[in-house]
């Protein structure tokens, strides 16, 4: 079978380690979930649909060293997540079958420019301006699900020693497999992708220098320092 020729040589895939191992994740497709966490703004809402856009994957850096800070923002925030990476294909994936295309776990931010983002919810338009951008998907190492299991614990985020975000992750709105099964009626999964799941309370402004330290119980931690503006 004859290769295909390119017009130019392709990027090699973006990946992410694998705790406890020499191998890397291949990552495709990054879906983040919104509004995933009760927050003072929507308490007593009823419980609507998950909604989600979608980050390219060369977003995603390995969450070490610098955080750039991006242009065209004078707002830059954090955003801890928890990561769910998929191991399995599928669509119209049953809920109760959903842990099973689970690969494994990572701790995450959903960087974003949200005076950006306050403009596009304004106008109805969509969120992409405000979430894409070099370096806005740092993350920890994968954590395989056979050695962390499902997480249970808490996230957090501090910002220069100051706690900004923690919550359970049993205060998600939407389940892992509530979110993996929604989404599975939108588009096929496929291995490789990944699911940022929302980001509690807290979520503030940074600027550069500042020093973050986040985690999420039994996946892993980071921390990053926030570069000069450009």
Do not use: H
């Given at each position: 079978m004859n290769m295909p020729e390119y017009v130019f040589?392709?990027?090699?895939?973006?990946?992410?380690?694998?705790?406890?191992?020499?191998?890397?994740?291949?990552?495709g497709r990054v879906?983040?979930?919104?509004?995933?966490?009760?927050?003072?703004?929507?308490?007593?809402?009823?419980?609507?649909?998950?909604?989600?856009?979608?980050?390219?994957?060369?977003?995603?850096?390995?969450?070490?060293?610098?955080?750039?800070?991006?242009?065209?923002?004078?707002?830059?925030v954090h955003e801890i997540e928890l990561v769910i990476a998929i191991g399995e294909g599928g669509a119209n994936i049953p809920e109760e079958q959903a842990l099973a295309y689970v690969w494994g776990y990572a701790a995450g931010l959903d960087l974003t420019r949200r005076d950006v983002q306050r403009l596009a919810k304004r106008d109805g338009l969509p969120w992409e301006g405000a979430k894409v951008f070099?370096?806005?998907?740092?993350?920890?190492?994968?954590?395989?699900?056979?050695?962390?299991g499902h997480p249970e614990g808490e996230l957090w985020l501090n910002v220069n020693g100051q706690e900004r975000q923690r919550d359970s992750l049993d205060s998600q709105i939407w389940s892992v497999s509530e979110m993996i099964s929604r989404i599975s009626q939108s588009v096929s999964l496929r291995a490789g992708d990944l699911i940022m799941t929302g980001s509690p309370a807290g979520v503030d402004l940074l600027q550069p220098g500042d020093v973050i330290s986040a985690g999420i119980d039994g996946i892993g931690q980071l921390e990053m320092r926030v570069g000069q503006r450009p």
């Open positions: 040589t392709p990027d090699l895939p973006v990946t992410l380690p694998v705790l406890g191992s020499q191998q890397r994740f291949p990552v879906f983040c979930v919104g509004r995933n966490y009760p927050w003072p703004d929507t308490q007593g809402e009823s419980r609507v649909p998950p909604v989600f856009f979608m980050k390219p994957s060369t977003c995603v850096v390995d969450a070490v060293g610098e955080v750039p800070f991006p242009t065209v923002t004078e707002e830059f070099d370096g806005a998907a740092p993350m920890t190492a994968i954590v395989p699900v056979s050695r962390s």
